[in-house]
Each structure stands twice: as structure tokens, then as C-alpha cells.
């Protein structure tokens, strides 16, 4: 159903980007760098007021904002704080992409590359920290 499906050169391509992954031990790699991201996102977000969750596996991760921790009460949809927490991290020079739908929607995602060092997921959650901060503070 799609004009690349089954392609003998997407094929090819698919084959050896799975050769080099295996070859450079990139999932392996991928477990241990996203064992540190959660590490870094926990020692950030575990005392913060608006962060209810850290979640996610290997290098996917997300944070679920809300207006307050105690009840786990969301923002009101209106003031599309997502947007503005992606906004802020644009600003920032680091892409996260939201996340989450109906009940849990204010959910901020980001899935760096297998390659990526400690001081970019370093960067990554320093930048994430400000941009909740001061996306939320432009509520008030």
C-alpha cells in the first residue's frame, strides 16, 4: 500500500542498517545510554511540582505534566501547554514532541538517536527542566 513497500532497494537499505546496528552493538548501546536518560530524567523530575511520571523504555522516554503533582490534576486543554513545552524546548534547541491523548494528554516524548553521548542526554533533560518551567510559568 505504499510506493517504497517491499522496494528490492528499501529492502536493500533495511538490511543494512540492521547489519550495522548489530555490527556496532547499537542496541545494546541503546539499553545502557537509556538507562542513564531515566536516571538523569528521575533525579530531575521526581521532586518536581508539575511532572506527575517518568516513563518510557531504553532511549524513548516521557514526562507527564500536570498543573498539580498531589492530585495529579492536568492543565485545562485550552492553554495548550504541550505546545508550549515543545515551543520552549525549540527555543532551547532541543526537539521533544508531545505526547498523549484524552485523560493523560499534557505527556512530553523525546527518542534521541542510539549514537547519542551523555552530555546531549545531559543537555536534553537540563533543556526539558527549563522549558516545563518556563512554559508553565507563562500560565500565570
Not at 56 to 80: T, Y
Not at 99 to 105: A, F, I, L, N
Amino acid at each position: 500500500f505504499n510506493t517504497f513497500g517491499a522496494h528490492p532497494s528499501a529492502c536493500a537499505a533495511a538490511v543494512e542498517v540492521l547489519n550495522i546496528m548489530k555490527e556496532e552493538g547499537l542496541v545494546a548501546e541503546a539499553a545502557s545510554k537509556g538507562a542513564y536518560l531515566h536516571g538523569q530524567l528521575h533525579a530531575a523530575f521526581d521532586q518536581h511540582p508539575h511532572v506527575a511520571e517518568v516513563r518510557g523504555r531504553g532511549l524513548l522516554a516521557a514526562i507527564e505534566v500536570v498543573e498539580d503533582k498531589a492530585d495529579l490534576a492536568p492543565f485545562d486543554q485550552s492553554l495548550g501547554l504541550t505546545t508550549s513545552i515543545v515551543n520552549e524546548g525549540l527555543e532551547r534547541g532541543v526537539f521533544y514532541y508531545a505526547g498523549g491523548t484524552g485523560e493523560v494528554r499534557d505527556v512530553i516524548c523525546m527518542g534521541p538517536a542510539f549514537v547519542v553521548s551523555e552530555r546531549q542526554i545531559d543537555d536534553m533533560v537540563e533543556n526539558l527542566v527549563a522549558a516545563v518551567d518556563a512554559a508553565v510559568a507563562k500560565l500565570s
